[in-house]
């Protein structure tokens, strides 16, 4: 069984601050790893996509990725009160498999 | 920007109600793809497709679910007889070149409330 596990949060930040969110993945072989904001009653919008080992900067967010510890992460700079939502981490295992998302963690950025 | 179309935006139905929820992906995406997210829940892979047929389907996607590309444009989810448990929110996806490059391109949903 494919699994994704996200702390389902919430994670509190000040408004400024930096909001790091985690996620680790159950197969080792997995190719491609995937970020989406969700707002409450939306659909799933992506905004990072890593797939090699490091870190992936665009703009405000980085995707970091650690295949051997299965690990994969996302840090907000200067978190807004519009980043407020549910991050969910999604994780292709193979070739043109379905991604496979965790529950999610929920962010409050505090004004 | 290319969206993935998806109608009704809301859904109410008897249980035991056939229903079909429509959604037209970006005109040059080939692979389509299904999922629901259950009220406070993780978002759930359904069913994909690809080449005019189903290439993956999970344990939730039984016999009561069927899916269609009656044309060119427009790709279909029916659920056969609704049951209660299928309420939730269903998201339709998808994708230019498969899963593991660029992830997906969501709808916005039909949210279907089974009474």
């Known amino acids: 069984q494919k699994e994704v596990e996200q702390n389902s949060g919430p994670l509190s930040v000040p408004e400024g601050a930096i909001a790091s969110l985690n996620c680790t993945y159950s197969?080792?072989?997995?190719?491609?790893f995937f970020w989406y904001r969700q707002y409450s009653g939306k659909s799933p919008e992506l905004i990072m996509s890593?797939?090699?080992?490091g870190d992936k900067e665009d703009g405000r967010f980085t995707a970091q990725l650690n295949k051997a510890s299965q690990y994969v992460s996302l840090l907000i700079r200067d978190s807004q009160p519009s980043d407020s939502a549910t991050y969910l981490c999604?994780?292709?295992?193979?070739?043109?498999?379905?991604?496979?998302f965790g529950k999610g963690t929920r962010l409050s950025v505090i004004a | 920007e290319p969206e993935v179309t998806q109608t009704p935006s809301h859904q109410v139905t008897q249980m035991g109600q056939e229903v079909i929820l429509r959604c037209v992906p970006i005109?040059?995406?080939?692979?389509f793809y299904w999922y629901r997210q259950i009220l406070g829940q993780k978002v759930e892979f359904l069913v994909s497709?690809?080449?005019?047929?189903?290439?993956?389907k999970s344990e939730i996607f039984d016999d009561q679910f069927s899916v269609e590309r009656p044309d060119g444009s427009n790709f279909t989810l029916k659920i056969r007889s609704t049951k209660l448990e299928d309420s939730a929110m269903y998201f339709c996806?998808?994708?230019?070149?498969?899963?593991?490059?660029?992830?997906?391109?969501f709808g916005s949903g039909t949210r279907l409330t089974v009474v």
């Open positions: 996806a998808s994708s230019e070149e498969g899963t593991a490059l660029r992830g997906y391109t």
């Open positions: 197969d080792r072989v997995s190719q491609s």
């Open positions: 890593i797939y090699s080992n």
């Open positions: 999604a994780v292709n295992y193979s070739g043109n498999t379905p991604l496979v």
């Open positions: 005109s040059n995406h080939l692979y």
């Open positions: 497709f690809y080449n005019n047929e189903i290439s993956e």
